[in-house]
């Protein structure tokens, strides 16, 4: 089983900035896909950046150049740096862990919102 905690949201100011955390525990598989989703209401949940194990980073366009994905493998982390946020970036943050050929995980969700 795999448990996957998020920290580090909250209500930001326009332009403001936030780091997300998501500390994963439990069996993990070493080769693994780690991404940041988020979801506002009304809309579906959708990718917002990812990372592989070893290091391949891939991003929305919408966050392209203001938003940086990385993990600390020995801790079994992945961060998101947000910056310029905007208030399109409100939403519920999700951080999901895929095995490939496995499976996936997800987090409970942590609330970023942004004031304008």
């Known amino acids: 089983q795999v448990q996957l905690v998020e920290s580090g949201g909250g209500l930001v100011q326009a332009g403001g900035s936030l780091r997300l955390s998501c500390a994963a525990s439990?069996?993990?598989?070493?080769?693994?896909?780690m991404g940041w989703y988020r979801q506002a209401p009304g809309n579906q949940r959708e990718l917002v950046a990812g990372i592989t194990s070893d290091g391949s980073t891939n991003y929305a366009d919408s966050v392209k150049g203001r938003f940086t994905i990385s993990r600390d493998n020995a801790k079994n982390t992945v961060y998101l740096q947000m910056n310029s946020l905007k208030p399109e970036d409100t939403a519920n943050y999700y951080c999901?862990?895929?095995?490939?050929?496995?499976?996936?995980?997800w987090g409970q969700g942590t609330q970023v919102t942004v004031s304008s």
């Open positions: 439990g069996s993990i598989f070493s080769i693994n896909y």
């Open positions: 999901n862990l895929y095995f490939y050929g496995v499976g996936d995980y």
